[in-house]
């Protein structure tokens, strides 16, 4: 179970995360959105302390750890309960796909070569790119690469795996595969809390919808009601406009 309590961020004078409460229980599948510039992606690399909170409580499993005065031992240790998956991949382009997916094995967890690279080609089949094991970033396509970063996500066995706009630096044509490779892990009942402006993956795959504007969670709620029944004016103009493709 993850707890965040009262969780604040702030850039210089301007307060980019406002107050932030959400408990999560395992196995559960949380879509965040919302529009532009209103703290999303700041709350996932707050939880991944990428990220340092200027206030607020975060419980990870056993981890019970107050932000503010966390000790280099605390961050690693919520490092390695929240798995992370950027936006824009980010793998390393000297190393291969299974060396991607095991460097965090070998570095954070410091398993053995040689059980990291076992683990990585388990992960490797599962994600389909078995036979991608040896190739670099560059020669894999868009679609490839997000799926090697999940994969890399997948291997850490984190509490969480925390989506960043996966799919938002893709090419239309490969939108569909890492949506796929999501919904199994959500079949899966890994927990997952993913930042996304794909509604339909929030409405069909979502056990829980957080709309939040202006650092702040407005409302939530199972997708059903968000999308057919949203409470507050802000979320039914959000919905509004991307629904009908404006930028919101």
Not at 52 to 76: H, K, M, Q, Y
Not at 153 to 180: C, G, N, R, Y
Request: hydrophobic share 45%; aromatic share 6%; proline share 4%.
């Amino acid at each position: 179970m993850i707890k965040i309590s009262h969780l604040v961020k702030r850039f210089g004078n301007a307060t980019v995360l406002d107050g932030i409460d959400l408990d999560i229980e395992q196995g559960e599948i949380i879509v965040v959105i919302g529009p532009s510039g209103t703290g999303k992606s700041t709350l996932l690399r707050c939880l991944n302390f990428l990220e340092r909170p200027d206030a607020g409580r975060l419980i990870i499993g056993d981890l019970d750890v107050d932000v503010t005065r966390a000790s280099r031992a605390e961050v690693l240790a919520a490092r390695r309960r929240t798995a992370f998956v950027f936006q824009n991949y980010a793998l390393f382009a000297n190393k291969t796909a299974l060396e991607n997916i095991a460097e965090g094995l070998i570095v954070v967890n410091r398993w053995p070569k040689a059980k990291a690279h076992a683990r990585a080609r388990e992960i490797l089949q599962r994600i389909g790119l078995a036979d991608k094991a040896d190739a670099y970033p560059a020669s894999l396509s868009g679609g490839q690469q997000q799926r090697v970063g999940i994969g890399r996500a997948m291997a850490a066995q984190a509490e969480v795996i925390l989506f960043d706009e996966p799919t938002s630096s893709l090419d239309p044509e490969w939108v569909e595969e890492v949506l796929a490779l999501m919904k199994q892990l959500a079949r899966e009942r890994q927990t997952m809390l993913v930042v996304t402006h794909e509604m339909g993956f929030a409405r069909d795959v979502a056990d829980r919808v957080v709309f939040m504007d202006g650092g702040r969670i407005v409302e939530q709620g199972p997708p059903a009601q968000l999308f057919n029944a949203p409470r507050d004016p802000r979320t039914r103009d959000f919905l509004r406009k991307i629904l009908a493709g404006q930028p919101a």
